[in-house]
Each structure stands twice: as C-alpha cells, then as structure tokens.
C-alpha cells in the first residue's frame, strides 16, 4: 500500500511540471500585395526565442485569423499566383507572388500581446 501511495505521489508531482502547451492569443490582420488582397497563401508566425512552436494560418482573400503565443514572431508570408492552366503540364501552373524577402529572408516581425485584439496587417511591398 505504501508502495502504490509513493508511485501515485510521484506520478502527481511529474503531472505538475508537464507544461500543457504555451497559451494562444487572437491575431488577426490583411495581407496585400501591390495593393491587391492576397487571395489565397499562408502566414508563418516563427518566436524569436525558440521556446513555443511556429503557427501557419492560412490567408483567403486578404485576410487571416490565428491563434499565436505572446511575444515577438518572425512573420513569413507565402503566396502563389495561378497562371492558369498549361495544355504541356496537363495541369494549372503557378508562380511566386510574394518574393522571398517576405518569406524565407524576411525581416517582418510582430510582437504578440497577452489578450485577444491583437491585429498584424501586412501592405506589401513595404516602402522605403
């Protein structure tokens, strides 16, 4: 008995330290390109301390909507423009709309508050 009680107490005190995962904050914004609403892409949000995991929300006409832990993020933004069907490729073919300076080399960045009005909006490109 006094076995079972001291696996039991160990098995509560190992529950306590497991982290259930970082808390999710509201983030929603619009996303342009030249203007335009980007109608169909991705937004990677990447913490800058490396502790949380990365979120992706997908963008549908200009606009996304996530759920992203607090602090500062690296932002990439993805997004493909259909040149429309090719009769050689038997299939649709598409190209980079957003360049990599907005994606893979991005410099963007947004810091997530701890409540749930937290609004990034990205009006690409940026201007000097």
């Known amino acids: ?3 079972r009680l001291l696996i039991l107490a ?4 190992a529950l306590a330290g497991c982290d259930s995962g970082s808390k999710l904050y509201h983030v929603v914004g619009d996303v342009t390109w030249q203007g335009d ?5 991705n937004i990677n949000f990447l913490p800058e301390n490396g502790n949380v ?4 929300a997908k963008i549908v006409n200009g606009k996304f909507d ?7 993020m ?6 493909d423009k259909d040149l429309g069907y090719s009769e050689a490729m038997h ?6 709309l957003i360049p990599e300076e907005y994606n893979s080399l991005s410099k963007l960045t947004f810091d997530v508050q701890t409540n749930d009005s937290n609004r990034a ?8």
Request: aromatic share 6%; proline share 9%; no cysteine.
């Open 1 to 3: 008995m006094r076995v």
């Open 10 to 13: 160990a098995f509560g005190v």
């Open 37 to 41: 609403p980007v109608t169909d892409g």
């Open 53 to 56: 995991h990365p979120v992706t």
């Open 66 to 72: 996530a759920r992203v832990p607090a602090g500062k």
């Open 74 to 79: 690296k932002v990439e933004i993805f997004a």
């Open 91 to 96: 299939q649709n073919v598409k190209t980079r």
């Open 121 to 128: 909006d990205f009006h690409l490109p940026l201007k000097n």
